[in-house]
Every structure is written in structure tokens, then in C-alpha cells.
């Protein structure tokens, strides 16, 4: 696999980064998210992908960017033997194999797109609101396997495994906060039906995210949004207790 070498945990990169493989790291990101971003965009309008295609790489520089100084700081004050760039470039390809996952999906979503109601129809409200679902789905999915590929990262390089994950916590935290702010301010992404398609909104900071996620979760499930949420909380924690009490228990000599 040409991308092996790309994507595989490697401690000793971070320490000694070859100029090669950081711009083939950071490529492969920012095509991987263009190719998405346009399927996702393009169910608006072409022009609407293309403006999205643009974003998309833009709001993980940013999230990297502006949360930099956390980051390092949080791999120095945890342990983690971590400094500003290797914390940088860790985060880099943990967002380069998100990229790469959501890069080889566009293919589906573009065929989604294509297939779902036009913005002028009757549904375009539902076909809206279950767009933003599925891709919101599909960019945690792709979000979790990038953090496995961090959290081996972390854990090939941190003193203990406790060390890792403390680390690999407080950097999820902070990019997800910074990162949710930042799509928000850099929206539209999906383009409502209603409104005008433009690069950006007239007013980036009204509302938030989680709002906008909230509102199409409740018109999906015809007001019942709070049920819905804690029906999925309470599969996934009967999910989590099977897991850690079905585990094989060792015998004591």
C-alpha cells in the first residue's frame, strides 16, 4: 500500500520529520477533504461544493493553527514527551487518515446527493436535515478512526499508556471545542434550501453547532429529539456493559 508508510505509527517522525513526507502527510489531507467537502456542498448547487471543497481544508488549518499552542502544551504538561511541532504533526496525520477515509467516500455521498430531493422540492427540508445527519455520521466515524491512529501514535511514544490517553483526551477536547466554533463561523457547509448560497453567512457567530445538529435531529424525529437522544445513550451504554462484563476473567493462581 503506497499510503502505509504515510499513515503508520511512527514515533520517530515526529522527533526527526522529513520535509517529504510532512507535505505528502498535509496533501493527502487537504485532497481527501476537498473531494468530500464538494459531495457535501454540491447537493445545494455545484458552486455551493466548490465553495465547500475550499473550507473544508481551511477549517482543520485553522483548528491545527489556532490551537497549536494547547496542544503542545498539553503534550508537555501531561508527560507525554511531546513538544509544540511533534504535537502539530502527530494531530497532521491523525487528520490525514480522517481525509483519507472521508476522501474515499465521496464517491457514495456524491451519488447520494444526486439521488436525494433538489433543493426546490417539497422535502428539501428532510432531504436537508438527513443530509446533515449522515454526514455529521460519517465525519465522526472518520474522526474516530483518525484518534485510534493518534492514540497508537501517543501510546508508542508516551512513558505509560495512562500518559496517552490522558493526552490524546485533553487534545480531543480542545480541537473539538475549537474546531466546532470554527465550522460554525465558516458555514454554510450543507446550504439550507432557503437562503442564498455565499462562501459565508452574514452572521458567523449566531447560534453554534450542536444548535443546528439539535434542530435536525428534532425535525427528523417529528419533535422528539430528547427521546431520541436518550434512547441512543442508553444502547450505548447497555453496549459498553456487555463489552466490559463479558470479557474473560483471569484466574488467580
Known amino acids: ?47 455551493m461544493g466548490a465553495y465547500v471543497a475550499a473550507k473544508m481544508p481551511l477549517l482543520v488549518a485553522c483548528t491545527l493553527g489556532c490551537n497549536g499552542l494547547l496542544n503542545g502544551l498539553f503534550g508537555i504538561l501531561l508527560g507525554g514527551g511531546l513538544g509544540f511541532r511533534q504535537s502539530w504533526l502527530a494531530l497532521l496525520s491523525s487528520f490525514a487518515l480522517a481525509a483519507l477515509i472521508l476522501g474515499s467516500l465521496a464517491p457514495v455521498t456524491l451519488f447520494l446527493a444526486w439521488n436525494a430531493p433538489p433543493p426546490d422540492s417539497p422535502g428539501a427540508a428532510s432531504a436537508h436535515a438527513a443530509h446533515l445527519l449522515v454526514h455529521t455520521a460519517l465525519i465522526a466515524f472518520a474522526g474516530i478512526a483518525g484518534n ?44 439550507t434550501p432557503t437562503l ?53 476473567q483471569c484466574k488467580r493462581p
Request: proline fraction near 6%.
Open 148 to 191: 485510534l491512529h493518534l492514540h497508537r501514535l501517543l501510546t508508542a511514544r508516551a512513558p505509560t499508556r495512562a500518559v496517552a490517553n490522558a493526552t490524546l483526551l485533553a487534545w480531543l477536547a480542545g480541537n473539538g471545542f475549537l474546531g466546532a466554533q470554527f465550522a460554525w463561523m465558516l458555514r454554510p457547509f450543507f446550504g
Open 1 to 47: 500500500m503506497l499510503l502505509r508508510p504515510l499513515l503508520q505509527p511512527d514515533a520517530a517522525w515526529l522527533d526527526a520529520p522529513s520535509a517529504r513526507r510532512t507535505l505528502r502527510t498535509a496533501g493527502v489531507a487537504a485532497l481527501g477533504l476537498a473531494a468530500y467537502g464538494f459531495t457535501v456542498g454540491s447537493w445545494r448547487s455545484p458552486l
Open 196 to 248: 442564498k448560497v455565499t462562501f459565508l453567512r452574514p452572521d458567523p457567530m449566531n447560534g453554534d453547532f450542536y444548535q443546528a445538529v439539535w434542530r435536525a435531529l428534532d425535525r427528523l424525529t417529528g419533535g422528539h429529539a430528547l427521546d431520541t437522544a436518550g434512547t441512543l445513550l442508553l444502547v450505548a451504554a447497555t453496549a459498553w456493559l456487555i463489552a466490559r462484563f463479558s470479557q474473560p
